[in-house]
């Protein structure tokens, strides 16, 4: 009876985690953990973008990078930053043209540029994520 009830439980948890991924990421951006998480990112940045300094516009919280299947709220505090609607868009628009000319290399070559980027990292003040960010995406890019 127990190892039965045991197995109803395993699946039930199986069920529950694939509804969970089954949600669209706009829903999963509804929930409550999500919510908690980018409270706790805006109030770090103390309600700023991180790029340009607006505090009177609409302001988002921006994973600097993505790993399929994680949720959006078990990123690590140091992934996410706070970003007004503007940069926002344009840092979605920086990673388009990012996969747009990653795509004309091999393979060999986004790993060694990826490096170099992950090196150039140390060449910069601590709060410059954009070439760490860029290295992120690179290596990324090239394991898909």
Known sequence: MR??????SHCIERAL???AMAKSYSDKLKDPRWQKKRLEIMQRD????????????TLNVHHLNYIHG???WEYDN??????CELCHQ???NDYIEIKRIASTFDIETLHYAAE????????????????LILAKELARINHE
């Open 46 to 57: 103390k309600f700023m973008c991180r790029e340009c300094g607006d505090t009177d516009n």
């Open 70 to 72: 994680m949720q959006p």
């Open 17 to 19: 985690s694939f509804i």
């Open 78 to 83: 140091s992934d996410l930053k706070t970003l």
């Open 3 to 8: 190892c039965r009830a045991s197995r109803v």
């Open 116 to 131: 170099v980027l992950k090196a150039m990292k140390y060449l910069y003040p601590p709060d410059c994520d954009d070439v």
């Open 90 to 92: 344009a840092m979605h």
